[in-house]
Nanobody, 124 residues
């Protein structure tokens, strides 16, 4: 059974850096050919895919967040971490880590495992 568990700060002040870590059990984050992704959901809004790191360490970010987003990993701990800098109250959301994959001959990512999510509130 693959499990993903997010841990985050809960509360972050504006202009600071948000850091959320996902701990994965039941699978290695270096296993071919998965993407380890971050998705967030602001209050009352839909899901927003933020970015991902592949099994080989390559990162992808959506253009609107690329300048503020960094995804890193610690393979010895089987963890990957989202860092979002210069946060504002608009970054308040539930942050999810997700395992994703690309089906053969497909442009689309499919999800198979989600973490339970962690609430991060950006407020002074």
């Amino acid at each position: 059974q693959v499990q993903l568990q997010e841990s985050g700060p809960g509360l972050v002040k504006p202009s600071q850096t948000l850091s959320v870590t996902c701990t994965v059990s039941g699978d290695s984050i270096t296993t071919n050919y998965y993407y380890w992704s971050w998705i967030r959901q602001p209050p009352g809004k839909g899901l927003e895919w933020m970015g991902a790191m592949t099994y080989s360490g390559i990162t992808y970010y959506i253009p609107s967040l690329k300048s503020r987003t960094s995804i890193s990993r610690d393979t010895s701990k089987n963890q990957f971490t989202l860092q979002l800098s210069s946060v504002t109250p608009e970054d308040t959301a539930v942050y999810y880590c997700v395992r994703e994959y690309v089906a053969y001959d497909s442009w689309y990512l499919s999800d198979d495992y989600w973490g339970q999510g962690t609430q991060v509130i950006v407020s002074s």
